[in-house]
């Protein structure tokens, strides 16, 4: 069996890296996660390396400029990547410093691995961003495992700024997954069934764990009264 490597540097049209990833690389979990990628389009460039065995080519791609947007069926709202670097080893997908936008969303410094296996993973260690709770609350109230959690809460509006992030858990299951955000919020209002009108809070600071969401810095109004 003759050893075998090969690096060959790419500039990529990225809707036609997509089909060629499928056909190069053998891991099943890997390929259901890009089957639900659609509409892609961008650039980028980087390095496929090819090896180590001839009876055993394993395909490795570490990507160093990313320019695409895109659709993946998780997220159903337009992705833009406008940077950051990326890479494939066979047994995970890994991000870093990723910039870019989800829907009405932003986000940069975004590090993270997606490890594939029976059971996928998610690891995310760092980032930061802006969202629009009116955009992505809805969607994030639906999922499975956080739809029970949140139920009281009808809407939230408003933009919360993430200055520190971490995730981990099981891809499919964001109910199981372990997480610390904080930052600032801005025009943050929440409708709920478990107060008699909807609280406003012009702006603060927050953190949120699975077990605890705090407030500090806080002005905020209920009905005609403000605290």
């Given at each position: 069996?003759?050893?075998?490597?090969?690096?060959?540097?790419?500039?990529?049209?990225?809707?036609?890296?997509?089909?060629?990833?499928?056909?190069?690389?053998?891991?099943?979990?890997?390929?259901?996660?890009?089957?639900?990628?659609?509409?892609?389009?961008?650039?980028?460039?980087?390095?496929?390396?090819?090896?180590?065995?001839?009876?055993?080519?394993?395909?490795?791609?570490?990507?160093?400029?990313?320019?695409?947007?895109?659709?993946?069926?998780?997220?159903?709202?337009?992705?833009?990547?406008?940077?950051?670097?990326?890479?494939?080893?066979?047994?995970?997908?890994?991000?870093?410093?990723?910039?870019?936008?989800?829907?009405?969303?932003?986000?940069?410094?975004?590090?993270?691995?997606?490890?594939?296996?029976?059971?996928?993973?998610?690891?995310?260690?760092?980032?930061?961003?802006?969202?629009?709770?009116?955009?992505?609350?809805?969607?994030?109230?639906?999922?499975?495992?956080v739809r029970e959690t949140v139920a009281p809460v009808r809407s939230v509006q408003g933009v919360?700024?993430?200055?520190?992030?971490?995730?981990?858990?099981?891809?499919?299951?964001?109910?199981?997954?372990?997480?610390?955000?904080?930052?600032?919020?801005?025009?943050?209002?929440?409708?709920?069934?478990?107060?008699?009108?909807?609280?406003?809070?012009?702006?603060?600071?927050?953190?949120?764990?699975?077990?605890?969401?705090?407030?500090?810095?806080?002005?905020?109004?209920?009905?005609?009264?403000?605290?």
């Amino acid at each position: 069996d003759a050893p075998f490597h090969a690096e060959l540097p790419a500039d990529a049209d990225l809707a036609e890296l997509q089909p060629l990833l499928r056909r190069l690389v053998p891991n099943e979990r890997f390929r259901e996660e890009i089957d639900r990628i659609h509409g892609v389009r961008g650039t980028a460039s980087g390095l496929l390396t090819l090896g180590e065995r001839l009876s055993s080519i394993r395909p490795m791609v570490a990507l160093t400029s990313v320019d695409l947007s895109g659709k993946y069926d998780r997220i159903p709202f337009p992705i833009t990547i406008r940077g950051g670097q990326s890479s494939y080893d066979g047994a995970s997908f890994a991000v870093k410093d990723l910039r870019g936008g989800v829907g009405g969303s932003t986000f940069s410094g975004l590090t993270g691995r997606l490890v594939l296996g029976k059971i996928p993973a998610i690891s995310i260690q760092g980032g930061t961003a802006r969202i629009a709770l009116g955009e992505l609350y809805p969607w994030i109230a639906s999922l499975d495992g956080v739809r029970e959690t949140v139920a009281p809460v009808r809407s939230v509006q408003g933009v919360a700024g993430i200055a520190t992030l971490s995730i981990d858990g099981p891809l499919r299951e964001p109910g199981e997954w372990r997480f610390d955000a904080g930052g600032s919020v801005e025009n943050l209002e929440v409708d709920t069934s478990l107060l008699p009108g909807p609280v406003t809070i012009p702006r603060g600071r927050f953190r949120i764990r699975p077990e605890e969401l705090s407030f500090t810095d806080v002005e905020a109004s209920l009905l005609d009264t403000t605290c």
